[in-house]
């Protein structure tokens, strides 16, 4: 073991730089990802701060396509501490980094009925913030307990290879 290192680094030595942020576990559950893509977010120096210092929450956020523009709506980023005056919106929407041909296919697809875009996770890549996006449509009550019963029978196979 090198000297300095932590014996429990993550895969890239252990950076801030590409950790997790927040995850929105309950997207899965709730909808059917067809497809994913990653996008930038334009974010101010406080908010880079507050995602390194205490996190975000994805959850209830979505994305919407304003203008030919993306923007993520609803996500709170946390408060830096010592912000000073400068202090930013917790829950203000922010602009997502796109190419226009990857606006202008998520447009096209959105006009389909049914899908809709949804935050999956938030981290960070080299240094810069991301958000992995899923393309879904929205599971119906059987779809979910469909789910439900998977996940089930997959925990209760693993307890019975465990047990040997």
Do not use: C
Not at 51 to 65: C, H, M, N, Q, Y
Not at 104 to 116: I, M, T, V, Y
Request: proline share 1%; aromatic share 6%.
């Amino acid at each position: 073991m090198t000297p300095g290192k932590n014996k429990g680094s993550k895969k890239r030595g252990g950076d801030d730089r590409y950790r997790d942020i927040a995850r929105n576990r309950r997207a899965f559950f709730e909808y059917e990802i067809i497809e994913t893509l990653e996008a930038g977010i334009a974010l101010v120096g406080t908010e880079v701060k507050g995602l390194r210092e205490r996190g975000a929450s994805i959850v209830d956020a979505w994305v919407s396509i304003r203008d030919g523009e993306a923007w993520l709506v609803k996500a709170t980023i946390h408060e830096y501490a010592n912000a000073g005056y400068a202090r930013h919106d917790t829950q203000r929407d922010r602009k997502l980094l796109l190419h226009r041909r990857e606006l202008d296919k998520l447009q096209s697809q959105l006009a389909e009925r049914g899908l809709s875009l949804i935050p999956l996770r938030m981290y960070f890549k080299d240094g810069r913030a991301k958000l992995e996006l899923g393309l879904g449509r929205g599971k119906t009550l059987h779809d979910k307990r469909r789910t439900i019963v998977e996940r089930e029978t997959r925990r209760e196979a693993a307890r019975a290879m465990k047990r040997g």
